[in-house]
């Protein structure tokens, strides 16, 4: 028989110079243990999301996300019943707020990594901890997305089928707000095509933020446009954090194209489903992590 799977993410969360943090750890007293912050992910909630709550529930610091850095697996007890628990963890540096004890939570110290690694009482933390240390700090990231689902509709003047949003398509969008929200995304470009305008739409509304829509991105004008293209992401990316939405062609060769630019090699295979998305963290116009995102629903 499978055994239930219960998913969490959480962070190492971190301040101070990138060559010399201190990171956060907490208390918790149910357990009288020592441990990152984490928490179990509730109903149709990105793993971002999740994670991103449960480091600013148990710490109080509002958390900027950066590269993921693994997934630890073991099994707990959930309601007498043995269970599988998955956690994914994301870098994240500290940009303001303060600890508040809580019934969960009733201690948090920062600490140098070293100090971190002798106070945490799962070993399973500190190989989360020990892959931060690997990962790059300082980083912004970038998000490139295909649209949602899609259903024909009119027919354009070219003889082309419309793509406008399916109702999946809509709950693909909508889903995305506190994604990007929680990314801190505040610049929007799509391509010229109704289904990816409709995609970010949601979050525009939401965060107030236009849509900055891009005939380059088509299919037809984009390989003209190519190289200009990347190169104002790259320079975007120094001064703001962009989710772009266009064509499953144009979306795969910019994570490659993005990816050839830094020490991490871009993935093998670039494609994704509708709705999914790419999260790119650049750090010093450098592509340094990747990450592959499937829809919610």
Same mark, same amino acid.
């Given at each position: 028989?499978?055994?239930?799977?219960?998913?969490?993410?959480?962070?190492? =969360?971190?301040?101070? #110079?990138?060559?010399?943090?201190?990171?956060?750890?907490?208390?918790?007293?149910?357990?009288?243990?020592?441990?990152?912050?984490?928490?179990? %992910?509730?109903?149709?909630?990105?793993?971002?999301?999740?994670?991103?709550?449960? +480091?600013?529930?148990?710490?109080?610091?509002? #958390?900027?996300?950066?590269?993921? =850095?693994?997934?630890?697996?073991?099994? +707990?007890?959930? &309601?007498?019943?043995?269970?599988?628990?998955?956690?994914?963890?994301?870098?994240?540096?500290?940009?303001?707020? *303060?600890? #508040?004890?809580?019934?969960?939570?009733?201690?948090?110290?920062?600490?140098?990594?070293?100090?971190?690694?002798?106070? =945490?009482?799962?070993?399973?933390?500190?190989?989360?901890?020990?892959?931060?240390?690997?990962?790059?700090? *300082?980083?912004?990231?970038?998000?490139?997305?295909?649209?949602?689902?899609?259903?024909?509709?009119?027919?354009?003047?070219?003889?082309?089928?419309?793509?406008?949003?399916?109702?999946?398509?809509?709950?693909? #969008?909508?889903?995305?707000?506190?994604?990007?929200?929680?990314?801190?995304?505040?610049?929007?470009?799509?391509?010229?095509?109704? %289904?990816?305008?409709?995609?970010?739409?949601?979050?525009?509304?939401?965060? &107030?933020?236009?849509?900055?829509?891009?005939?380059?991105?088509?299919?037809? %004008?984009?390989?003209?446009?190519?190289?200009?293209?990347?190169?104002?992401?790259?320079?975007?990316?120094?001064?703001?954090?962009?989710?772009?939405?266009?064509?499953?062609?144009?979306?795969?060769?910019?994570?490659?194209? =993005?990816?050839?630019?830094?020490?991490?090699?871009?993935?093998?295979?670039?494609?994704?489903?509708?709705?999914?998305?790419?999260?790119?963290?650049?750090?010093?116009?450098?592509?340094?992590?990747?990450?592959?995102?499937?829809?919610?629903?």
């Amino acid at each position: 028989m499978t055994r239930p799977l219960v998913v969490a993410g959480g962070g190492v =969360l971190w301040r101070g #110079a990138a060559d010399q943090p201190e990171v956060a750890v907490v208390h918790r007293p149910r357990y009288d243990d020592w441990s990152l912050p984490k928490g179990k %992910a509730k109903a149709a909630e990105h793993l971002i999301v999740t994670a991103v709550r449960e +480091v600013e529930e148990e710490t109080g610091s509002v #958390a900027e996300l950066g590269p993921c =850095l693994l997934t630890t697996r073991y099994r +707990v007890r959930v &309601r007498g019943k043995v269970a599988d628990k998955a956690v994914t963890y994301w870098s994240m540096r500290h940009s303001g707020g *303060e600890f #508040a004890e809580s019934d969960e939570v009733d201690e948090l110290e920062w600490l140098p990594v070293r100090a971190a690694r002798r106070r =945490l009482t799962k070993h399973s933390d500190v190989t989360v901890l020990d892959a931060f240390v690997r990962s790059a700090k *300082e980083t912004r990231p970038v998000v490139l997305l295909r649209s949602g689902r899609t259903r024909s509709t009119a027919v354009r003047r070219d003889g082309q089928p419309a793509r406008t949003l399916s109702r999946r398509g809509r709950e693909q #969008a909508d889903d995305l707000v506190p994604v990007l929200d929680r990314l801190g995304v505040e610049a929007l470009r799509s391509a010229d095509s109704a %289904a990816c305008t409709s995609t970010l739409r949601p979050y525009g509304r939401a965060a &107030r933020t236009p849509i900055t829509v891009d005939a380059r991105l088509g299919r037809a %004008a984009y390989p003209e446009h190519q190289r200009e293209i990347v190169k104002e992401l790259v320079e975007e990316a120094t001064r703001t954090t962009t989710a772009l939405c266009g064509p499953r062609s144009v979306v795969a060769d910019l994570v490659g194209s =993005l990816g050839r630019l830094g020490p991490a090699r871009p993935p093998h295979d670039v494609d994704l489903r509708k709705g999914g998305w790419w999260l790119l963290h650049l750090q010093a116009g450098r592509v340094v992590a990747h990450e592959r995102h499937e829809p919610v629903r």
